[in-house]
């Protein structure tokens, strides 16, 4: 069993089939979260909030109503609440899409429920949730990860994880140090988003490393810092 939360969790469930959101509906409410709304599709999710803001959409990865995965990411979102796609786990492409558009997390429908649940709840405290899934869609195409970082902040985190304090990285980008620490920040959030933290500077240097910034792994890392 899941251990009780102490603020009430306030759910909903989107997905075309019946059963699952009757199913999912029952277990989430039993497990002491306020399930606000189970609905077949995105735009009937919004219709039934009408305003009201809740913590965790549980989102079917595939709906029948011919609407696009980033679309219906980005409209649940628009709501307040995080978003925890709930998928066919080979559907990798569309996981990758998902988590491009800014879901927090997938989690298999093969998966128990205690297992959903429990997703539900992290994602619902705000924080990214790592699991096979994601890291399976990551590693599947390296290029997906690199792509978030744009020419400025790669520099920065070239500066930065090469051992450069951020004042002296700064200073020889010929920008502030409150600039500089914003790009640091951008740079830690996309990292998060796409299922790779880097909470430390050594976290950081492994990224640069990963993602060809600096030397070490990536032939191809040879873009200009």
């Known amino acids: 069993m899941v ?14 089939h019946e059963s699952v959101r009757l199913g999912l509906q029952a277990a989430f409410t039993n497990a002491g979260f306020d399930v606000v709304s189970t609905s077949a599709s995105v735009p009937e999710l919004v219709e039934t909030l009408d305003g009201r803001e809740i913590d965790v959409v549980v989102l079917d990865l595939s709906l029948g109503d011919g609407s696009s995965v980033t679309e219906n990411v980005k409209a649940v979102q628009a709501t307040g609440s995080a978003v925890l796609v709930h998928s066919i786990a080979d559907r990798v492409a569309s996981v990758r899409e998902a988590l491009a558009a800014g879901a927090a997390g997938v989690i298999p429908k093969s998966s128990a429920t205690s297992t959903v649940i429990a997703a539900a709840e992290t994602v619902a405290r705000g924080e990214v949730l790592n699991n096979l899934e994601w890291a399976s869609a990551i590693d599947a195409d390296r290029d ?5 970082l744009g020419r400025r902040e790669r520099e920065i985190l070239h500066l930065y994880a090469s051992g450069l304090p951020l004042k002296l990285a700064a200073q020889q980008l010929g920008i502030g140090y409150s600039t500089a620490r914003e790009y640091l920040d951008r740079i830690r959030a996309k990292y998060v988003e796409v299922g790779r933290p880097a909470p430390t500077k050594v976290d950081l240097l492994r990224r640069a490393v990963e993602d060809g910034i600096l030397p070490g792994l990536d032939p191809d890392g040879d873009e200009s810092a």
């Open 144 to 148: 997906f990860a690199k792509a978030q």
């Open 3 to 16: 251990a009780p939360v102490n603020k009430q969790v306030r759910v909903a469930v989107v997905d075309d």
